[in-house]
């Protein structure tokens, strides 16, 4: 089952997220979430948040609806999105986060980390906005692209050894990667896909776009 989980981020594109979302089977709002949902014309099928950031009229909206609504209290250890994140790990063999970028780099960064969750559950999880799709990865993965678009590898542990990566302009085989010499940034793809493995460590692989 693929959920959706739209957070209160920056969402710059509509046509592009509702593209995203259309073959969702099952979607989650976080706080503020609503209001992206609402002007996309979707309809939820749960709201999850402390209500800090949602405008009264969206959560009423879907409360005439009859989407189901769970409350939690402003003062508590988890950010709303991660609340999510775990109720969607639950029955979820896929998951796209929405909004979860923007301009509160906390936020952001937190919510990068949270990728290791779909991980620990080998779950497919990712964060797709108009510029950028992001992955976490420990052992592998395969992206897609047009020849010319950009990637990123970033490490997210100290140090990422094993990398190894084929279809790019610039290749790596057996290479190490530590936290203060980003040379992964701005890769391009050589093909339409690109193949990058690691052999320990944690690897951020960012599809980006200016």
Do not use: W
């Amino acid at each position: 089952m693929k959920t959706a989980i739209i957070c209160n981020g920056q969402v710059t594109d509509y046509e592009y997220s509702m593209d995203i979302i259309k073959d969702a089977d099952y979607i989650i709002c976080a706080d503020g979430g609503t209001r992206h949902a609402y002007k996309m014309g979707i309809c939820p099928d749960l709201i999850i948040g402390d209500f800090d950031s949602t405008n009264g009229f969206y959560l009423e909206h879907y409360k005439k609806m009859g989407v189901k609504i769970q409350e939690y209290p402003r003062d508590k250890d988890k950010t709303d999105s991660h609340i999510c994140i775990l109720k969607a790990l639950d029955f979820s063999s896929e998951i796209v986060l929405l909004g979860v970028t923007g301009s509160r780099l906390d936020h952001t960064l937190a919510n990068i980390s949270l990728l290791k969750l779909g991980l620990d559950k080998n779950i497919k999880m990712y964060i797709a906005d108009k510029q950028n799709e992001i992955y976490l990865i420990n052992d592998k993965i395969t992206i897609r692209g047009k020849p010319g678009e950009l990637f990123s590898l970033l490490p997210l542990t100290p140090r990422v050894e094993g990398i190894k990566v084929c279809g790019a302009r610039y290749e790596l085989d057996e290479a190490v990667m530590e936290i203060g010499d980003p040379y992964g940034t701005s890769n391009v793809f050589g093909q339409e896909s690109v193949e990058i493995k690691i052999e320990k460590g944690y690897l951020l692989v960012i599809k980006s776009k200016d």
